[in-house]
């Protein structure tokens, strides 16, 4: 016996989740971040490089960021640790901080390893803020980066995350400033693909390395990568001014830094990751089920108007009530409705046969 129903309660044995991962590959070549457009008169900088006047960070665009086609890549920046230990170094660094040295904006560049340090790295059980560390060892004063520059990857780019083990940045190294890619090297996180850390309060991230030595930390869910600041050597370090070693590191703005490293940058890739969560909701219409509709338009006269037809029919198929799906609506347990789904075309439904529509919600 066929039931004039409209509504029917789903179970948990009706629904279930899934989750998926969505990864798209990101290129950024080097022209673009110093040498795609005409830089500004009087500076050694690109129009889609946008400097601000607190001076702390530069923003790269993908065009000239005046334009109203520009798109944001990431934010460049440079910040030093005030410790003041001589060992622990990383990439053929003494170890300790040169913060002592620092001539320019030396409260800024603290400020920035600090607030950056703070967001990723966290603070130790006294309460002090923890220095980035390349083994994920806190506890431990080797591999500590305590002058770093800083990239800050836009969320258009890196959406929910960075995949693990897709980050490649290719390097001008040893090289003077002039003829930056004469000598290159590729910093890589490679092998974090299933070797990473957990220990930061910002997420997942990985080592960063040039061959077997570790240059910096990439962290995943907030898309920043930090490197020390020896990663281009030390001939490299040379600025446009011809300022040498570390002088280009601490005499210098930051926009200066973020100047000379951009300089060097041959290219960036990476994957990224959206997480798609999906709701699944397997809605069941049993042959004694949904055989009838409350569109007043379906009788005619108290009749049923839709049904089957034909001289060669049976009796009892030409008295059977016929329906045809098309939506499928989600309510709340106080019959709010949620969402709705169309069919793609009308599905027949008889007291003869039974419907499985699966309907998935993605959020």
Request: with cysteine.
């Amino acid at each position: 016996m066929s039931t004039a129903i409209s509504f029917k309660t789903l179970t948990s044995d009706d629904r279930t989740t899934s989750r998926t991962l969505l990864h798209e590959s990101i290129p950024i070549t080097g022209t673009l971040i110093s040498g795609t457009y005409a830089e500004v008169t009087g500076t050694d900088r690109a129009v889609n490089i946008k400097t601000f006047s607190h001076g702390m960070f530069q923003s790269v665009y993908d065009y000239p960021y005046a334009s109203s086609s520009a798109n944001h890549i990431f934010d460049i920046t440079a910040g030093f640790s005030t410790h003041t230990g001589s060992s622990g170094g990383m990439y053929g660094t003494a170890g300790g901080s040169l913060s002592s040295s620092v001539a320019t904006q030396p409260a800024k560049k603290v400020n920035i390893y600090n607030q950056m340090a703070q967001v990723l790295a966290g603070y130790d059980t006294g309460s002090n803020i923890r220095r980035f560390d390349s083994d994920g060892n806190h506890s431990s004063s080797a591999g500590k980066i305590h002058n770093a520059i800083f990239l800050n990857f836009s969320r258009l780019l890196v959406k929910d995350e960075i995949k693990k083990g897709s980050f490649r940045l290719t390097l001008g190294t040893n090289e003077p400033y002039a003829t930056p890619f004469k000598s290159t090297a590729v910093v890589t996180d490679a092998h974090a693909s299933s070797n990473y850390h957990v220990n930061s309060p910002a997420g997942e991230y990985g080592t960063l390395k040039i061959g077997s030595d570790n240059v910096g930390l990439i962290y995943y869910q907030a898309g920043i990568a930090v490197l020390t600041s020896s990663v281009c050597g030390a001939t490299s370090s040379m600025n446009s001014a011809g300022n040498h070693a570390v002088d280009w590191f601490t005499s210098g703005t930051i926009d200066a830094v973020a100047d000379t490293f951009r300089h060097r940058i041959s290219n960036i890739s990476f994957n990224n990751t959206t997480e798609l969560n999906s709701t699944i909701y397997f809605c069941r219409a049993g042959f004694n089920e949904f055989n009838y509709s409350s569109n007043p338009t379906y009788l005619s006269g108290s009749k049923i108007r839709v049904k089957e037809s034909g001289a060669n029919r049976s009796t009892e198929l030409l008295n059977m009530p016929v329906t045809y799906v098309t939506t499928v609506g989600l309510y709340s347990p106080a019959n709010e409705l949620l969402a709705v789904a169309k069919l793609s075309e009308p599905l027949k439904k008889t007291p003869i046969n039974e419907l499985t529509l699966r309907v998935r919600l993605d959020y």
